[in-house]
Each structure stands twice: as C-alpha cells, then as structure tokens.
C-alpha cells in the first residue's frame, strides 16, 4: 500500500462537550505523534467542533464536520458554511452521508454543490457513496456508486480531485452489524478507483477510497489488506477510546507490513 491510510470516526448524533474534550483528550494521549504514520479524523457535533479542535492542538488528530450548507451565508436557518468550519479548527468534511440522503433528502446536485463549496474553502471533503440492499441484490451496486461519484465529482478538476478522499459506505452495512466481506468491498472500491482513473489520470492512484459500514477492531485488518482499501469511515466504533484506537493501530501496523 502506497497510500496513507485515514481512519475517520464520524460521531454523529453523541458526544456532548464535556464528553467530546474527553474523549479527544483520551485519544490524544493514546497516539503518539512520532510513532503514528496514519492520518486520525474525529467527526462531532457543530456544538463542539471548537472545543474538539482545540483539545487535538499538538497531536495528530484533526476534525472534520459532519455536514455543511454550500452557501457563504445568506437566510439559510440552521445552517453552517464552510469558512465557518475552517475557522472554528476542521481540516476535513463529510459530504453526502446515506442518512443525510436518505433522512434529509440531500440529492446528487446539492451534494456536488457542498463538494464544491468545501474545496472552495481550502478544506478537505471525504465524499460518501453508498448502495441500499435491494439495490445489492438486484446487481447495481456499481452503477448506483458510479451515478454518486459521477454527479458529485461533475466540475472537478484533476488538481481538485487530489484532494477528495471517497468513502464506499453500503446503507445495509451502517449501524446493522453486517459487513461487506473484503472481496465485495474490494470489488467496489476497486471499481470507484478505475471511474477516477478515466475522469483524471494518474491523480486516480493517489486518492484514498475509504470503506465505512460496521467497521471495527475485528474485522479493519481484513479490510485495509484489500490493495484499494485505504482507511476507514467508522462509526460506532469510533465513540470508545479503546476499539477506535485499536482500529488506527491495526491500520497502521498493516500499511508498515505492506
């Protein structure tokens, strides 16, 4: 593996702020800024990105939001822009997750949008595509990530890309327990990877393909072993100091052996 790999743990709705700066402080203290070669994203609530970030000064971790509106202001109520969360500490920010698409009705055009705005802004967006069951197991996997990755990436340069990091994230395996094996995940990375090789070039092999969906401590060496798999985009595994630190080590340990 020739890829740095990037473990991002996206905390949803938990975590208040006393817990938050806790918890950073905990994994703060676990990960030793000479000895970790991979790159550690924390995702919290927009209530606590500041206080996040500030309790992650001198390590390795850094902080991405969970969502963000493509406006730089305006009367959008409720909504936060992307120089608001560069200024409050975020490196990165997580586009178009299933549950914003799937529970907040995000489309494919207000993703390409939010994408845009973030790269815009200086930050770094880690894009989310995903497939239902029902899409599985009537064969669209591919087309279905391919139609995300297609429309979200449609005004993208090739420099612009370099700074994308995509997550393969199947709804059925969100939260449920459920994995996709190595094979099948592997199949659909492998398969995202050879549609940016087409749209950019050689740019293709050096952007990160997460894979997000019940991952944790017993099954991330299966998956980053994959030779398109280049981190991970976890969620319940990320709320606890012990498996999400489990997880980087693992993911490191692998990518020194590769």
């Not at 992650?56 to 902080?63: D, L, N, R, T, W």
């Not at 949008?113 to 973030?118: D, F, I, P, S, Y």
Request: with cysteine; proline share 4%.
């Amino acid at each position: 593996m020739t890829r740095r790999p990037l473990i991002a743990g996206n905390w949803k709705l938990h975590k208040p702020l006393g817990e938050a700066v806790s918890f950073t402080q905990e994994l703060k203290s676990a990960l030793s800024p000479e000895e970790v070669v991979v790159d550690v994203v924390v995702g919290p609530t927009y209530p606590v990105l500041h206080a996040v970030s500030q309790a992650a000064e001198g390590s390795v971790i850094q902080v991405a939001a969970q969502n963000v509106n493509p406006n730089e202001s305006g009367a959008f109520t409720g909504e936060v822009s992307s120089a608001m969360l560069k200024e409050v500490g975020c490196s990165y920010v997580i586009i178009g997750h299933s549950e914003r698409r799937q529970i907040f009705g995000e489309t494919d055009a207000f993703i390409e949008e939010k994408l845009q705005a973030v790269l815009n802004a200086g930050l770094l967006p880690i894009l989310c595509l995903g497939e239902t069951l029902e899409e599985r197991e009537a064969g669209q996997t591919t087309a279905r990530v391919g139609d995300q990755l297609s429309a979200a990436l449609a005004n993208v340069s090739a420099e612009q890309a370099a700074n994308v990091t995509v997550a393969y994230e199947p709804i059925w395996a969100i939260g449920t327990g459920r994995t996709a094996s190595p094979e099948q995940a592997q199949e659909v990375h492998a398969h995202l990877r050879s549609q940016l090789a087409e749209r950019f070039g050689d740019v293709a092999n050096d952007m990160r393909i997460l894979y997000g969906g019940s991952v944790k401590p017993t099954n991330i060496e299966e998956l980053i072993q994959q030779p398109d798999i280049d981190g991970a985009l976890i969620g319940g595994a990320s709320l606890k100091v012990d498996s999400f630190t489990t997880i980087i080590q693992t993911a490191q340990r692998v990518f020194q052996q590769s």
